[in-house]
């Protein structure tokens, strides 16, 4: 089963710095039939205006991906950790019992971003926070794995869950085929481009929640950009 989440349809914030759309219930954003997915409880695509972001906050029992799309952000926490992660790249934060951090876009223009939370295995953990450069030239064809804690990914950034988060880069016609364990399920957005998944379209921006299918073709209608998340 794949239901697709057309971008026109999702939650959605407004504000004078902050343009953001929601692919499961956020903030003041309430769908009882989007609360998550497996672990997966957050999937938020935002644009945030230049000089402008999120202040110093406070999370905590939750694994925190942000996969930079255009521009870059700038992360700084109670910990000293202190990092700009730039397009392409990808940063964790595993909140743990507890973090303060802030995230500004001090670029000159836009940023955009995917920003995943992730319930983790296990609370009460050490905080912490890092980053990694995935040059998009390695995703070409190809589902790299950017953030995981499955075995078998060691290149990836860590999270405490039993789930990946993949990226690749497809030209208009590449096709790649992803296996799907029995009983995990999947959560896939077309960051650029259009795609074909198991005969299902999907539009630039477009979620899809996938459910009992044994793997997945994804096939680019166009020069497309994919994000998978791989969960138990």
């Given amino acids: 089963m794949i239901e697709p989440r057309p971008f026109g349809e999702l939650g959605r914030f407004e504000n004078d710095w902050l343009s953001?759309?929601?692919h499961f219930s956020f903030a003041d954003y309430y769908d009882p039939a989007r609360m998550g997915l497996g672990p997966l409880r957050v999937w938020n695509d935002d644009?945030?205006?230049?000089?402008?972001?999120?202040?110093?906050?406070?999370?905590?029992?939750?694994?925190?991906?942000?996969?930079?799309?255009?521009?870059?952000?700038?992360?700084?926490?109670?910990?000293?950790?202190?990092?700009r992660t730039e397009a392409g790249d990808v940063q964790v934060m595993s909140a743990g019992k507890g973090i303060l951090h802030s995230e500004y876009n001090l670029e000159s223009e836009d940023t955009t971003m995917f920003q995943i939370w992730i319930e983790p295995a296990e609370?009460?953990?050490?905080?912490?926070?890092?980053a990694r450069q995935f040059p998009k030239d390695d995703r070409a064809g190809q589902l790299v794995p950017l953030?995981?804690?499955?075995?078998?990914?060691?290149?990836?950034l860590e999270i405490h869950q039993d789930a990946t988060l993949f990226g690749a880069t497809l030209a208009?016609?590449?096709?790649?085929?992803?296996?799907?364990?029995p009983g995990r399920k999947a959560y896939l957005v077309a960051?650029?481009?259009?795609?074909?998944?198991?005969?299902?379209?999907?539009?630039?921006?477009?979620?899809?929640?996938?459910?009992?299918?044994p793997s997945l073709t994804i096939?680019?209608?166009?020069d497309s950009e994919v994000v998978l998340a791989d969960l138990p």
């Fill in 20 to 22: 953001a759309r929601y």
């Fill in 47 to 83: 644009r945030i205006r230049p000089g402008t972001g999120f202040p110093m906050h406070g999370h905590r029992d939750m694994e925190i991906i942000t996969y930079v799309r255009s521009g870059a952000i700038s992360h700084e926490d109670h910990l000293g950790n202190k990092g």
């Fill in 123 to 130: 609370t009460n953990l050490k905080a912490r926070w890092a």
């Fill in 147 to 156: 953030a995981s804690g499955r075995p078998g990914h060691d290149d990836a």
């Fill in 172 to 181: 208009s016609g590449d096709e790649v085929v992803h296996p799907l364990e």
């Fill in 191 to 213: 960051a650029t481009g259009r795609l074909d998944v198991n005969g299902v379209a999907l539009g630039a921006r477009d979620g899809a929640v996938i459910l009992d299918e």
């Fill in 219 to 222: 096939r680019a209608a166009a």
